[in-house]
């Protein structure tokens, strides 16, 4: 419309003039019902969501508006904006679906499962990456023992107990980590590399070598119990205290009454049990601290979270990977090897598991409505 006094163009819905300020009446809309409004189907393609699709019969008799006003506007606004006969239709409730991270298994058998689809695609790197990692390790390890032993340092002095603490914590557990990742990117399907093994190096060594310490003194303060009542058991005489080589404790044991060797065995299960629960639920740190880049005290606290509920197949896990590696070793050496590989990967799969599940529930529990 235009103004009546300048001319201007102005918009239908103007209440005066921009350019002269003559107030302008706005011309009388006619009102047209919903159902006169013939609106063009809506094709499948430019639909969106499948809350734009037409609503449905119901099964109770109540007829439902098929039209395409209906079909065109969302579940959640059609008793708010619907017309009396868009307003007749009842939306049936959506029947809950299982969350995505309810048909992840995890058990024993899934994480081998997986581990066996890991190895197949990436055996090559695999081997050499172990080979390296055990190899340089072991070359460090031997150079060190051989310098103590043309110091003469024995193998139980203080100088020779610490310099093998520096080399588990700069060479043993940074490349054991490095190890744990290259399965993770094999599991992952990532494009493992060998050069995977030495990831701690980059950047990562201060943290790896601190959260295998931190590890440690946990797994060792959790196993307080077992040595207080191994103290007990030497300080009542039932084992002499003059024992202090495995031989020794064995032909100890072996002499004891059928009930105290039960009473032992008893105890010696539920002392084991804290560290074994203790190791698993933070068997997770080395992935946490090279794949996520988590600190030492962090990657330890996200361990034991991510890994509730599921130690017992952690340690299944573990367990299943030494019998695989003890029958390799005895049935032939190189089995020993593919035991490894396996429950490594089996490992490395636990973790990528357990971390898919806490992502998918953090997400299930953020209900944003975009359109509330």
């Not at 099964?59 to 008793?79: Q, T, Y």
């Not at 300080?235 to 020794?248: K, N």
């Not at 880049?293 to 599921?310: D, F, K, N, T, Y």
Request: aromatic share 6%.
């Amino acid at each position: 419309m235009k103004c009546s006094r300048c001319g201007t163009d102005l918009l239908a819905i103007a209440g005066a003039c921009w350019s002269c300020g003559e107030v302008v009446a706005r011309p009388e809309v006619e009102d047209v019902s919903r159902e006169a409004v013939e609106l063009a189907p809506v094709s499948p393609s430019t639909a969106g969501p499948s809350a734009y699709a037409a609503a449905t019969p119901r099964s109770d008799g109540v007829v439902a508006d098929s039209s395409p006003a209906a079909g065109r506007m969302l579940a959640s606004n059609r008793e708010r904006f619907a017309t009396p006969t868009v307003a007749r239709t009842i939306v049936e409730p959506v029947s809950r679906q299982p969350d995505a991270h309810e048909t992840i298994r995890l058990t024993v058998g899934a994480m081998y499962g997986r581990a066996f689809k890991a190895l197949s695609g990436a055996i090559g790197v695999l081997l050499l990456g172990g080979i390296l990692a055990f190899g340089a390790e072991v070359a460090v390890t031997w150079s060190v023992w051989l310098g103590l032993t043309i110091a003469g340092m024995a193998s139980e002095s203080p100088g020779a107990t610490l310099a093998n603490a520096v080399v588990h914590l700069l060479i043993g557990a940074p490349l054991s980590v490095g190890w744990q990742y290259l399965c993770l990117r094999a599991v992952r399907r990532d494009g493992p590399t060998i050069g995977d093994v030495f990831a701690a190096y980059r950047g990562r060594l201060f943290d790896t070598a601190m959260a295998s310490l931190v590890q440690m003194v946990l797994i060792v303060l959790s196993a307080v119990p077992l040595m207080i009542g191994f103290a007990a058991v030497v300080i009542s005489g039932i084992v002499p205290p003059s024992v202090q080589h495995v031989q020794e404790f064995e032909a100890a044991f072996a002499a004891l009454p059928a009930g105290t060797k039960a009473a032992l065995g008893i105890g010696a299960i539920f002392g084991l049990m804290p560290p074994l629960v203790v190791g698993a639920r933070l068997s997770l740190m080395p992935y946490l601290i090279l794949d996520e880049g988590q600190g030492p005290l962090v990657a330890a606290a996200e361990s034991w979270a991510r890994s509730r509920g599921v130690a017992v197949t952690i340690i299944g896990v573990i367990a299943s990977g030494a019998i695989l590696m003890a029958v390799g070793l005895f049935a032939f050496i190189v089995g020993a090897v593919v035991g490894m590989l396996f429950c490594s990967l089996a490992h490395a799969a636990v973790f990528e598991v357990v971390t898919t599940r806490s992502a998918q529930a953090r997400i299930a529990g953020r209900r944003v409505d975009a359109y509330s």
